[in-house]
């Protein structure tokens, strides 16, 4: 607990020295007090020989971060002892091993110090006797420690596992010859065995999935300093997220972590604080590989070891993270191996040599994982980490589930990382106002520095929940749903639990109707057993089917009671599936109800008005310059500022997109320039105005997009936008394609028909439900720490902005659409660096595009999956703008609605 290194001084004398911050510094200093008061002083230096091995990425606070201690002993006392709960190989019975070590701190030997074991459960009553068990030594000379060895069979304990943190509390007793108790020694202990079989990792028997992420020790406000209120709340997070599993990057954390683990259940890959990759990995240079070092190596894992062995979440020993590899890490992992083989060895550098159990690789693509399981193998393959969670991020986690679900040597991986190592730094705004951001590498000064590359967690600094959380949620989940015959409401549910059954939870479902539910109910808890697949009616009735509508099944699971780390009710799981009834055609619009439309083709500005609404053309901008439904004006040109759709094809970079980004602004699509090549006027009838635009938007002189979009404006005041892009030129891969417009700001409530609540994008919107939304424009900004790319809406049917009265703009894709509304333009977030920087805008940047580009994990790692690319090829996209109040009825149904045949 301090960094990175320090001498003890008491009352002026020097006790001793500890370096490796990460493990328990111990001093006996019983010679150096004395009555009254004492002085204790540790003298801490930042940098040290240690530092070389504690590389890791995250800030470097130098000091004392965990508690500082005294307590004092019996002149005999039990100073260690390791026990260990081992099942038999029918994974039933156990025999509790105890090795004891009592150490005489006095100078006079004592006869028969024995130790008594007592096995408690969960009720405090004693397992078998009252005394389990016993082992003493006839006589402990003076500054000697004697190793108690002893063992008991237990029938048929309750086991541990991260679904089922079984826990029984051990009592050591020690007493002396008289039969006197001397001390008492309490211990959380579980029973649970590891192993490796067929090539599959086996908890209790059973193969498991590691569904974990890895987690910095970080506090926004108090740096490395966490309190158990900080954990606990990481921890509920974590299981009601379901994640299983934490690798505790890249050092030990504080041992009040491991018993809150063992207490909630959560798998730990306790990882030694052993970095050193700025030395570099070949083998002539690394510290992993240099005689000088091997000390040190072993130290820190030894420490780790004896520190940690009681505690049952422990399941992997890792030797350290990026430390090269060679002979020191064979060396640890041989100690390793021989001084607790209850537990696999875990360390990525190794590769596939023999001192890692496990093949551990990080940021491998999804072909590789492959590639590795489609051949019999003796070791899983656990990623130590992958999908870098730095931004808006987390693409395509679904397609990595989907190969480790499907071959029996994946068995997971733990993403990169838990938080955001953002620290709150105030600052005064040009206003003089105080406020604050979440701070990164540089903002103190610092160099050298990582920028902002330590911002990467799933979940913000204060711990706030950002979309991306969702998604693991539901990639991790437990419990799937397939269709079976599902207009007849069958379907299948396989529980992926290991060792729960799926009575253990409530089970709701409704039926929607274009994202409206229109049935709901529940049914009884399913007795399905771990793994295994069960047939299910959902008593849904068939409603009257409106043409043109889609049905949709949602099934969700909830906790029946309470638990230590969510309410009753949680919901643990969810799927959505279509209903596909037999639907007729969605209606057509009635051309001869509506009114006639007034031309006005006389200058650079083409009006058309209708009743109650008034549309503008700019033959010079070669877009709408105003747009007006009843008295509201939906968006208009102002001071020369275009509002009207425009052409986009850049989206502010995500840190995913960095590596490509500078492509982009190379080729100009942050700055494209639009020239109009051809504007003409065509009145098809009385009721039937179309208006072509054919526009050229350069990036650089040789590349960009040439535009053509019709518009064709019916007496109703709907708009049909039908858009033809193709480009020309030398062009990347498109962060995006589609129109922008800038749209009034009274237009504050957005709802949408469409995948949401939270922002989703191509390759990270399973967790999005199809459904209707209500919100607001305000409320679709996320407060990445390093403002980017947000607040996109997959799967869009369709969309409306609407004032306080529930009036305003209705927009409808033809097929789907990627939507975004927010208080911020592109420049404005691609500028800022932080999030006081950003200072929304009245008027709302409203963007409707044909596709966005995936995300990806390229922060770290591969890039955007072929299948979520957006290559830059000609395509075609169509939506209609239409008026939209209360008084026309309800929104779905104005939606519903299609354009008439007239308009091709």
């Known amino acids: 607990g301090v960094e990175s290194a320090f001498y003890l001084w008491i009352n002026g004398e020097k006790v001793g020295y500890s370096q490796g911050s990460r493990t328990p510094a111990e001093f006996d200093i019983t010679s150096y007090i004395r009555e009254g008061k004492n002085v204790l002083a540790a003298e801490v230096y930042r940098w040290s020989e240690g530092s070389y091995l504690e590389d890791q990425d995250f800030w470097r606070l130098s000091g004392i971060f965990r508690n500082v201690y005294l307590f004092s002993t019996p002149p005999v006392h039990l100073r260690d002892f390791f026990a260990r709960g081992e099942l038999d190989n029918r994974y039933r019975d156990a025999v509790l091993k105890i090795t004891a070590r009592v150490h005489n701190y006095s100078d006079t030997g004592v006869r028969n110090p024995t130790i008594e074991a007592t096995l408690l459960d969960a009720a405090g009553s004693a397992v078998g006797a009252e005394v389990l068990m016993t082992g003493s030594t006839a006589y402990l000379h003076g500054g000697a420690e004697s190793i108690i060895s002893m063992q008991a069979h237990i029938a048929n304990p309750l086991k541990w596992s991260a679904e089922k943190p079984h826990l029984y509390t051990l009592l050591l007793t020690l007493k002396n010859d008289a039969r006197e108790v001397v001390e008492v020694i309490p211990c959380r202990v579980g029973f649970r065995k590891i192993e490796i079989k067929d090539g599959q990792l086996l908890v209790n028997g059973v193969p498991i999935l590691i569904k974990g992420v890895n987690r910095h020790e970080h506090d926004p406000d108090t740096g490395h300093y966490l309190t158990v209120e900080s954990m606990i709340r990481d921890i509920k997070l974590m299981k009601q997220f379901n994640i299983n599993t934490v690798r505790t990057c890249h050092y030990p954390d504080d041992p009040v972590w491991y018993e809150l683990c063992d207490e909630y259940g959560l798998y730990v890959i306790d990882e030694a604080n052993i970095e050193s990759h700025g030395i570099g990995y070949r083998a002539e240079r690394t510290l992993g590989n240099k005689p000088e070092w091997k000390a040190a190596h072993m130290d820190r894992t030894v420490r780790m070891v004896e520190r940690d062995k009681n505690h049952p979440s422990v399941i992997f020993w890792s030797l350290g993270n990026e430390g090269g590899d060679g002979t020191n890490f064979e060396a640890t992992s041989a100690w390793i191996h021989q001084r607790d083989p209850s537990r696999l060895v875990h360390y990525e550098r190794a590769g596939r040599r023999p001192h890692t159990d496990i093949v551990c690789p990080m940021y491998s693509t999804i072909d590789y994982i492959i590639n590795y399981a489609e051949e019999d193998r003796d070791r899983p393959l656990i990623m130590c ?401 390093r403002p980017q790319e947000m607040g996109n809406k997959e799967d869009v049917r369709w969309a409306a902005l609407t004032d306080e009265s529930g009036a305003g703009l209705l927009v409808v894709a033809q097929d789907v659409l990627s939507v975004t509304a927010l208080h911020y333009s592109v420049e404005d977030l691609d500028l800022a660096n932080h999030i006081h920087e950003l200072e929304p805008r009245q008027n709302i940047t409203l963007s409707l595009d044909y596709k966005q580009c995936g995300l990806g994990n390229a922060s770290c790692g591969p890039g955007v999956l072929n299948k979520y690319l957006l290559r830059p090829e000609p395509c075609r996209f169509r939506f209609s703008f239409r008026p939209y109040a209360p008084a026309m009825g309800d929104i779905a149904g104005i939606a519903r609605l299609q354009i008439p045949p007239v308009v091709k």
């Not at 009575?503 to 295994?532: C, H, K, M, R, Y």
């Not at 020369?640 to 500078?662: C, E, H």
């Not at 936008?721 to 193709?726: A, G, H, K, L, Q």
């Not at 990347?732 to 949401?756: A, C, H």
């Open 385 to 785: 980490e992958y999908a870098h969670a730095m931004g808006n991020a987390v693409g395509n986690l679904q397609e990595y589930w989907d190969a480790i679900e499907k071959y029996k040597h994946l068995q997971g991986g733990s993403i990169w990382d838990w938080v955001d190592q953002g620290l709150r730094k105030y600052t005064v705004d040009e206003n003089g106002k105080e406020v604050w951001f979440w701070a990164y590498g540089g903002d103190y000064g610092d160099e050298p520095n990582d920028n902002n590359f330590c911002i990467n967690g799933l979940v913000f600094p204060d711990r706030e929940v950002p979309p991306k959380l969702w998604e693991v949620k539901k990639v991790y989940q437990y419990i799937s749903v397939e269709a079976d015959n599902v207009p007849a409401g069958k379907i299948k549910v396989r529980n992926k639990y290991f060792y729960t059954n799926l009575e253990e939870f409530d089970v709701a479902w409704n039926l929607s109707e274009d994202g409206t539910v229109i049935q709901e109910g529940t049914i009884e808890p399913l007795d399905i057993a771990p793994g295994e697949t069960g047939s299910v009616k959902i008593p849904f009735k068939k409603p009257e089917i409106k043409p043109g509508a889609e049905y949709w099944l949602q099934v969700s699971f909830h906790l029946r009671k309470e638990t230590n780390w969510a309410d009753k009710g949680h919901e643990v799981a969810r799927e959505q599936l279509e209903v596909l009834f037999n639907v007729p055609p969605k209606p057509v619009m009635d051309m001869d109800t509506m009114p006639d439309l007034e031309l006005d083709d006389s200058g650079d500005i083409v009006t058309i008005t209708g009743k109650d609404f008034t549309v503008a053309f700019s033959r010079k901008t070669g877009t709408i310059f105003s747009l007006r439904y009843s008295d509201k004006t939906i968006f208009s040109d102002k001071n020369g500022t275009i509002s009207g759709p425009v052409l986009k094809a850049f989206r502010a970079p995500t840190d995913n997109d960095k590596s490509i980004a500078r492509r982009w602004t190379r080729a100009g699509l942050n700055k494209l320039q639009c020239e109009v090549e051809n504007f003409e006027v065509e009145k098809l009838n009385n009721k039937t105005i179309k208006v072509t635009i054919t526009t050229i938007n350069k990036g650089t002189e040789e590349s960009g997009f040439e535009h053509r979009c019709v518009y064709t404006v019916l007496g109703s005041g709907c708009i049909d936008v039908d858009n033809y892009i193709e480009p020309f030129g030398e062009l990347t891969d498109l962060p995006k394609i589609g129109l922008q417009m800038t749209v009034d700001s009274v237009f504050e409530n957005f709802q949408w028909y469409g995948r949401g609540p939270h922002e989703n994008y191509p390759d990270r919107k399973v967790s999005a439900d199809v459904g209707y939304y209500r919100s607001t424009v305000t409320e679709q900004y996320v407060p990445y720490v």
